[in-house]
């Protein structure tokens, strides 16, 4: 699990394994990957607000802008 270095900070949880052919030339020849949930789901997990909101977020960071607290609703 980490959290991503966005305003939302979205949790991305994946669990799953690489597996790595190589050849004689000890080259990537080809990569294989499995995980316990589908591609798809773990890109939602990007639109998915972690720890704060966004609104959270802006508050606590925009501190020079006086009417941010105006703004956003609380």
Request: one cysteine or more; glycine letters at 4%; a positive charge.
């Amino acid at each position: 699990m980490t959290y991503l270095k966005l305003p939302w900070r979205p949790l991305i949880a994946v669990e799953g394994s690489t597996l790595y052919d190589p050849n004689d030339e000890y080259k990537i020849v080809r990569h294989v990957e499995s995980w316990n949930i589908s591609p798809l789901e773990t890109v939602g997990q990007i639109f998915t607000p972690g720890s704060k909101r966004p609104s959270e977020y802006l508050r606590n960071n925009c501190r020079w802008l006086q009417i941010c607290n105006k703004l956003l609703p609380v």
